[in-house]
């Protein structure tokens, strides 16, 4: 009999599970179980993790797949190639709508992300369920959507850096210090479940075969869809706390409301495999090499 409970958070995505001690000896039930939430409801949250550390953070991570590098540019945490430190302070600000490094071809299964410092209030993270996004479109909007591709890249918009501080623009120049361009399908068909998401998000630049103008207002149409708060979970950061997520499903950002106050995240991606569109076809690389930063799962 499983000790663990798994409680939905939101309607559409999300749920808390409580009764288990993460690490990397979880027995193989268990993380089938873990697994299986993960799948059924696309991000889910674990509180009281304080025990964790970055050796052991690492080590639940990789029952979960094979730990990818940190990132495929920005340096990781001095001692642990595979944890991103997502620390405010140095720079590090995604306050936009994003599915985690789609510029590459191999984008990761999933993330792991651990709270360290986190402010008394604000600074919460939101995930929005990209199945469901796609589930509820008018049926004429997902078949344009079926047979569409987008180029996604972290060569960096440099107009949204007017008026920022010195440090995020370093983050920026580092962030892009190797460019990326992938070919995406704009649905990807979860090699899991079957079932269908929507693969855009701020690194989605243009759809292929469109004007810049066409392009530009038909992504916006869509990340509108995929961010209406019927899709969406909110998630309240204690120090201890765990979020996992299918990063295959869902978009995530940082709600930047917390000022200068600290608010310092450890990050683990999971090596993931090369999307594959409704049509059979799959991802194609159009600039850079992600090798370095990741395998491609079987």
Do not use: C
């Amino acid at each position: 009999m499983s000790s663990l409970s798994i409680a939905p958070v939101a309607g559409r995505i999300g749920a808390q599970i409580t009764g288990v001690r993460l690490g990397g000896d979880l027995p193989a039930d268990l993380v089938a179980e873990i697994r299986q939430a993960l799948l059924r409801h696309k991000v889910i949250f674990f509180r009281d993790q304080d025990h964790l550390d970055e050796r052991s953070q690492v080590a639940f991570a990789s029952l979960l797949g094979e730990p990818t590098a940190a990132h495929p540019t920005v340096p990781a945490l001095d001692g642990n190639d595979h944890i991103l430190d997502l620390d405010y302070r140095n720079g590090h600000k995604v306050d936009r709508w994003h599915t985690d490094v789609t510029f590459v071809d191999r984008p990761p299964l999933a993330s792991v992300l651990r709270a360290v410092t986190v402010p008394d209030a604000g600074g919460d993270t939101l995930w929005t369920n990209t199945v469901t996004a796609y589930e509820h479109l008018p049926a004429e909007l997902r078949d344009l959507l079926d047979r569409l591709r987008a180029v996604h890249t972290n060569a960096y918009d440099y107009a949204r850096l007017a008026g920022t501080d010195d440090r995020a623009r370093e983050y920026a120049e580092v962030f892009a210090s190797t460019v990326f361009e992938t070919e995406h399908p704009v649905v990807r068909v979860h090699p899991e479940t079957g079932e269908r998401s929507i693969l855009l998000g701020d690194f989605a630049k243009h759809l292929v075969g469109l004007s810049k103008s066409t392009s530009a207002a038909l992504i916006r149409l869509i990340q509108e869809h995929v961010t209406e708060v019927e899709n969406t979970v909110r998630w309240r950061w204690a120090p201890g706390d765990v979020a996992v997520w299918d990063n295959r499903a869902t978009q995530h950002r940082v709600v930047h409301d917390f000022g200068d106050r600290p608010r310092h995240l450890h990050r683990v991606t999971v090596a993931g495999d090369v999307p594959v569109g409704v049509d059979g076809r799959p991802s194609v690389v159009l600039a850079g090499d992600a090798a370095a930063y990741s395998p491609i799962a079987a």
